[in-house]
């Protein structure tokens, strides 16, 4: 992709697209911001491709963190909007979702993080829920690093592999 080979992108976003997908979901509600982070996030990618380091992580890693910012980045925005249109009228707040898409999205939520062992999930969630780094999230966890290294890049693998059945 450095090279500027097209195809390159397209290998990547076949392999990832699925586990950006569903980090991104986790964290924003409107289908349409997901897409949006997610194409933003390849695009990203790919302007970017230059300035990736394999030895500093593998290209899963990167691009989740890059999709998981971009979303939190979308759900700032979108709150501070929301926040300024309320205040303006609170019957003009359009950003939450029916009662029964809430239910739906956070037992399919629960059911696909059950289905990871007890260390991938605190890894997982403390480091995408809580914004946790790796070294806190060893801290919290009372386990050496490597561990947590290897519990989120397991974990990461397995909701790929879940996010893929869901699709």
């Not at 924003?28 to 790919?46: C, G, M, N, S, Y």
């Not at 979308?74 to 950003?95: F, H, K, M, N, W």
């Not at 990871?116 to 969630?125: D, M």
Request: one cysteine or more; proline letters at 4%; aromatic letters at 6%.
């Amino acid at each position: 992709m450095a090279s500027g080979h097209a195809e390159a992108l397209t290998e990547l976003h076949h392999a990832y697209v699925s586990i950006l997908f569903g980090v991104v979901r986790r964290i924003l509600i409107d289908p349409e911001d997901v897409r949006e982070v997610v194409q933003d996030t390849f695009v990203k990618a790919w302007n970017q491709a230059a300035h990736y380091r394999p030895e500093r992580g593998e290209v899963s890693a990167w691009l989740t963190f890059m999709a998981r910012n971009a979303a939190i980045d979308r759900l700032r925005q979108r709150t501070r909007r929301s926040a300024a249109v309320a205040s303006l009228d609170p019957s003009l707040d359009e950003t939450s979702p029916a009662p029964h898409e809430e239910t739906e999205r956070r037992e399919l939520l629960e059911q696909t993080l059950n289905e990871l062992s007890p260390e991938q999930r605190r890894a997982l969630e403390l480091a995408f829920f809580k914004g946790c780094s790796q070294n806190e999230i060893a801290r919290a966890m009372s386990a050496p690093v490597g561990n947590v290294k290897n519990y989120l890049r397991r974990g990461l693998l397995k909701l790929r592999q879940l996010a893929s059945r869901h699709d």
